[in-house]
């Protein structure tokens, strides 16, 4: 019997683990991935980039953690939480890449901040700045800021991503704020002290 | 809950509303604390700017797509070839789909810039969804070129039918207005408490009811140009500092793990009994009988070295001449020992709460060599505090008259650690 085509305004309205489903439907497989790429892609492609540091590598693993899940779904894997499955997916493949992978840091890798003449101190370069020292917490806490603020989990997601309690969740991120404010005290004083 | 965590949950909405309240009342009448708010949301602008530049590059959706496209079950194939145009009507021909999907798409690609404008700030167009649905069959990269300009739009719905998981749409909304509420706090220079509980009032009326970001990201955008522009007119700001000598910032340093950092002590409870077991007096001892207290240093998340002292009885028996000629004795006895010794521990899921663990000890008593294997399991409801739970075996081994005799143990042990 022949499937019919969703639309995509339809596709819009169903929830993750319904879009997850019909990647099992290989007419509508391609839309839904493209809708659930449209609603993670995004935060997932920041986590790779901010946990990896390096830009060529995420590019490498976050493909290989769309095309996993994507097979995934179209193997008819029952999936919960599909953020989250996905989520796991993708540090999974993170891990594995960083233990396979020495990375070395410089300095001159990144875009250190440096005012620029024409807009000092913009978000964007704020954000450079911040990037910078994310790359020196301590992984544990770094991946846990990230899973906050960059893609937006609970504490309690961050819990079972990271296979951890919440309460050590929390204490994670609160301690890898205080030391990226630690780091950034300076440029911070600065910066606040004439607004 | 000091403030500074209190500040970021109320930076993440966890807060009550009376917590709220008290929390912008204390901002107004403390400077560390209005610093401290300061820097959070800047953190956070930081963090939002972050997010929006890290996109996935077009070429590399691409690629992910032309997989996607490849990766298809053969099943599907054919009907995948089947393409809605957008008045309904299905074309089966390859060829005819094709042409109908470039035209389309090039039709798509120039509406693209006409709704990213218009649909940038929330609807979107009834026929704009349709001209999506058949082109995005064909081009799926088109389609997502399009896809960003509703993000608005879907996003709400996304959180409406808690699809996300993750509150981080409601966050920026809410840290957009938060922000605009505080900046009305500190600004309010009167220090009166009357003038402090209006102002509180109106900003948590404005930040807190009022769901219309416009207004509040308004406010913010007017602070952000004042304070820039009142920024670039420092004698010491960027702007002023270009024009003299090149002075490169020097990158931060990473903090380390300090030395008492990483050293963690505990107190344990060692039930054992001797093998094989009897009940035999032994001499007084010491406050430390049975329980060991000892200090690790954590060498890395998995690996520790440190040193341990307790007080343990080994029931002795051994057969021994008392003199020269006298006859052969079975003697037993059950000396309570000091022993202290080099401990060595490897935690198997460091990051996790629940963990087991190898522990051994290796040193000596009085009387002979001592040493000691653990098993347990560590519980850590916290970074500092560990609780630990485990079986032990240990053993003295001594020489008497030139014979080598060992006394072995087994029990269990139970203990509490902290980290420094």
Known sequence: MKKHSITTERMNTYSDEELFGILTDAANAEAAFAELYRRYGHRMYAYCVRVLGDVRQAEDVFQEAMLKFFRSGQEGTQVQNVGGYLMQTVRNLCLNRKRDTKITFSFEDYDVHVPSSSAAYEAGELAKLVASALELLDDEYREAVILREYDGFSYQDIAAITQTSEVNARTRVFRGKQQLRAILQPYFKDLLKHQ | ?420
């Open chain 2, 1 to 420: 809950m000091n403030y500074t965590e209190r500040i970021y949950d109320f930076l993440d909405g966890m807060l009550d509303t009376a917590e709220e309240a008290e929390l912008l009342r204390l901002a107004a009448d403390n400077a560390e604390i209005r610093d401290e708010l300061r820097h959070a949301i800047t953190l956070q602008t930081a963090f939002k700017a972050d997010v929006r530049a890290l996109t996935p590059p077009p070429a590399l959706t691409q690629r992910i797509f032309s997989h996607v496209s490849a990766q298809r079950i053969p099943s599907a194939q054919s009907q995948s070839a089947s393409v809605h145009a957008p008045s309904g009507v299905t074309t089966n021909t390859p060829l005819t789909a094709f042409v109908s999907s470039l035209i389309t798409a090039i039709v798509l690609l120039s509406l693209n810039n006409a709704v990213s404008n218009k649909a940038i700030n929330n609807e979107q167009s009834p026929n704009t969804t349709q001209t999506i649905i058949a082109a995005k069959s064909a081009f799926p990269l088109a389609y997502l070129r399009i896809a960003p300009a509703n993000h608005n739009f879907e996003r709400r719905n996304l959180v409406s039918n808690n699809a996300v998981k993750g509150n981080l749409p409601a966050n920026n909304e809410h840290i957009t207005s938060i922000g605009a509420a505080l900046e009305n706090v500190l600004a309010s220079t009167d220090s009166s408490a009357a003038n402090h509980s209006d102002a509180i009032n109106s900003a948590s009326t404005l930040a807190f009811s009022t769901p219309d970001t416009t207004i509040s990201t308004q406010i913010n955008d007017d602070f952000r140009q004042n304070a820039q522009s009142e920024y670039l007119q420092r004698e010491d700001s960027p702007q002023a500092r270009i024009q003299e000598p090149f002075e490169p910032i020097t990158p931060p340093e990473k903090p380390e793990e300090s030395f008492f950092g990483r050293i963690q002590v505990h107190a344990r409870r060692i039930v054992s009994t001797s093998l094989p077991s009897m009940d035999f007096p032994s001499n007084p001892a010491s406050f430390l009988r049975n329980t060991a207290i000892g200090a690790l240093w954590k060498l890395s998340d998995h690996h520790a070295i440190g040193i341990e002292l307790s007080e343990e009885t080994y029931l002795q028996r051994f057969r021994a001449r008392l003199s020269e000629g006298s006859p052969m004795l079975d003697i037993v006895q059950n000396p309570s020992l000091l022993w202290g010794g080099l401990a060595y521990r490897y935690t198997f899921f460091p990051d996790k709460a629940f963990s087991p663990f190898l522990h051994s000890v290796l040193g000596g008593t009085e009387l002979g060599a001592n040493g000691r294997v653990m098993l347990g399991l560590t519980y850590s409801p916290d970074e500092r505090t560990q609780f630990q739970i485990g079986v032990e075996s240990s053993a003295l081994l001594y020489f008497h008259q030139n014979v080598l005799y060992a006394s072995p143990k087994l029990g269990f042990t139970y203990g509490v650690s902290l980290r420094l």
